[in-house]
Nanobody, 124 residues
């Protein structure tokens, strides 16, 4: 599985961005997909995950109600819609695919396949 993230940029606080993650491979539709982020000087952290079917989603508390993960299995693409952005959302955002074909949690070690990262900068 190869992943290509895009859609980052510079936005003012309160604004919105949509990140996309294009995937190659025939197993995309069975794998949970996640978004993670890493701010300067901090550990990479979980943001959101969606099951292979798209029926279930999970979010870290700090983005609940503001970020929305979705996927289009026909297009092999996963999305992260980010609204009401805050300066503390500034980070490099990574998409990732679970090495399992079923939901197995949100820990980084569950995800074997990673995109290259896209920078999101929120100005105050």
């Amino acid at each position: 599985v190869q992943l290509q993230a895009s859609g980052g940029g510079l936005v003012q606080a309160g604004g919105s961005l949509r990140l996309s993650c294009a995937a190659s491979g025939r197993t995309f539709s069975r794998r949970p997909m996640g978004w993670f982020r890493q701010a300067p000087g901090k550990e990479r952290e979980f943001v959101a995950v969606i099951t292979g079917s798209g029926h279930s989603t999970f979010y870290t508390d700090s983005v609940k109600g503001r970020f929305f993960i979705s996927r289009d299995n026909a297009k092999n693409t996963c999305y992260l819609q980010m609204t009401s952005l805050k300066p503390e959302d500034t980070a490099v955002y990574y998409c990732a695919a679970d090495h399992n074909m079923y939901y197995s949690g949100t820990a980084l070690q569950e995800f074997d396949y990673w995109g290259q990262g896209t920078q999101v900068t929120v100005s105050s």
